[in-house]
C-alpha cells in the first residue's frame, strides 16, 4: 500500500520567507509526527498529532514554527521567517500508535530544506 | 547530556563479521524501543523492536537492559547491504514523542 509522502522533496527559499512542508500519512493512521533532521545527527522531534490536536509541540524551536492537520489526515508543517538555522531534512511520521500500544512510526522521504 | 546517547562510529568490518552496537538512555520511564535504520540520504526505517527478553529477527538480536538503561544491536555473518546508520529510538508509553540518538555508522567491506 502507499507509504508517508511528503511535498516536496526539496525546498529552496530565502531567509525571511514562509515556508509550507505537507505530509500525507499512511492511511488509517492516527498519529502524525514531525522531525527534523540536519546533518549528523538523528531526527528531533517537533511536534506530535493524534488526530486533529496536537498532542504534543514540545519539540517545535520557537512561534516560528507551527503545524496544523485539519482534518486528521495531512498535516502541514508551517514556518515563518526562514532563518539560514532552519535548513535540515523535515520528516513527516505516522503511526496507528493509541495509548498502550506499541508505536512502530513509518517515515517518509523527507522534504529537504535549503534556506540561503 | 543527550537523552539517548550511541558511540557514532564509524564501524569498519569485514563480510561475515559480528558486530554490536550499544545505546544508553537517560529517561527511566521510557517504555518501548526501537532500533531504525538509515541509509544515506534515505528516511528511517524500522529494523525491529526491542523487548524485556531480548528478541532475535534473522542475523539480528537486540537486547533492553532496563536497569542499565541500555539497549544493544547484534548483527552477525554482516553483509555488505548492512551498510547504513543505526538508530536507537525510546519512546515512553504515555506520549507519542520519540527521541532518537544520533546513529551509528556501520560499512561492511568486501
Known amino acids: 500500500g502507499a507509504g508517508v509522502s511528503q511535498t516536496p522533496s526539496n525546498k529552496v527559499t530565502e531567509k525571511g520567507k514562509y515556508v509550507e512542508l505537507r505530509c500525507d500519512p499512511i492511511?488509517?493512521?492516527?498519529?502524525l509526527y514531525w522531525y527534523r533532521q540536519s546533518l549528523g545527527q538523528g531526527p528531533e522531534f517537533l511536534i506530535y498529532f493524534q488526530g486533529t490536536g496536537a498532542a504534543d509541540d514540545s519539540g517545535l524551536p520557537n512561534d516560528r514554527f507551527f503545524a496544523v492537520r485539519p482534518e486528521g489526515s495531512v498535516s502541514t508543517l508551517k514556518i515563518q521567517r526562514t532563518e539560514r538555522g532552519d535548513s535540515a531534512v523535515y520528516l513527516c511520521?505516522?503511526?496507528?500508535?493509541?495509548?498502550?500500544?506499541?508505536?512502530?512510526?513509518?517515515f517518509g522521504p523527507g522534504t529537504r530544506l535549503t534556506v540561503l | 547530556r543527550k537523552e539517548v546517547e550511541q558511540d557514532p562510529g564509524p564501524f569498519n568490518v569485514p563480510e561475515g563479521a559480528t558486530v554490536a552496537f550499544n545505546c544508553t538512555y537517560s529517561n527511566s520511564a521510557s517504555q518501548s524501543f526501537f532500533w531504525y535504520r538509515q541509509d544515506c540520504r534515505k528516511e528511517p526505517k524500522l529494523l525491529m523492536s526491542v523487548y524485556s527478553s531480548g528478541n532475535e529477527d534473522g542475523r539480528f538480536t537486540a537486547q533492553l537492559n532496563r536497569a542499565s538503561q541500555y539497549i544493544s544491536l547484534l548483527i552477525r555473518d554482516s553483509k555488505l547491504s548492512d551498510s547504513a546508520t543505526y538508530l536507537c529510538?525510546?519512546?515512553?508509553?504515555?506520549?507519542?514523542?520519540?527521541?532518537f540518538g544520533d546513529g551509528t555508522t556501520l560499512t561492511v567491506k568486501p
Open positions: 492511511s488509517g493512521h492516527t498519529a
Open positions: 511520521a505516522s503511526s496507528s500508535w493509541d495509548r498502550g500500544n506499541t508505536d512502530t512510526q513509518y
Open positions: 529510538v525510546v519512546t515512553p508509553t504515555n506520549a507519542g514523542k520519540s527521541t
